[in-house]
């Protein structure tokens, strides 16, 4: 029940600080992947709905320096794999009202830009309830070493985000305002 309300709050608070669409730098994101001992080549993103922070400009410029560019593909028991997509190629509209990429190349990113509703600063993420990035999270982790950045405001931060066992962290958060 805590986390429902928490989510209600912080969906409110978030659609009214992002309005103007708020950006996060480029340089932020692309100078903690560089610090990382691991080889990058793929970058999964989102398709931001829901006055979520915008990653596109962040993926136009990886994009840009030939990194490949997934986005995420909902599937049937709150699963979601990751499709690689350019953005030369159109989106279709899934269930829930998100763009998405065709299913034709299936693709394990290397780093993950993960959207959230509330964080707090041991790395802990609240997102919509449906565990879609935590199953995803986990699946990945078992078939490499993957890199999960949060996207967020700094007003989305809270003391302690409730968590189960089921609820995996996040290796950074970054925010319009600082780096966690």
Known sequence: MLKAKLRKKFIKIRKLKNKKNIQIEFDKVFNLINKQNILIKVIGGYFPVNYEVNDLNILKEFDKKKYQ?????????????????SF?????????GIPEPEKIK????????????AFDEKLNRLGYGGGYYDRLIKKLSEKKNILKIGLALSTQKINN???D?????????VTDKYII
Request: overall charge positive; hydrophobic content about 45%.
């Open 106 to 117: 299936l693709i394990y990113p290397d780093v993950i830009l993960v959207p959230l509703v």
């Open 69 to 85: 560019i997934s986005l995420p593909v909902i599937k049937k028991n709150f699963e979601m794999d990751f499709y690689k997509w």
């Open 88 to 96: 030369n190629e159109p989106l279709k509209i899934n269930m829930h």
């Open 161 to 163: 985000v409730p968590i």
């Open 165 to 173: 066992k089921y609820d995996k962290k996040l290796d950074y958060i």
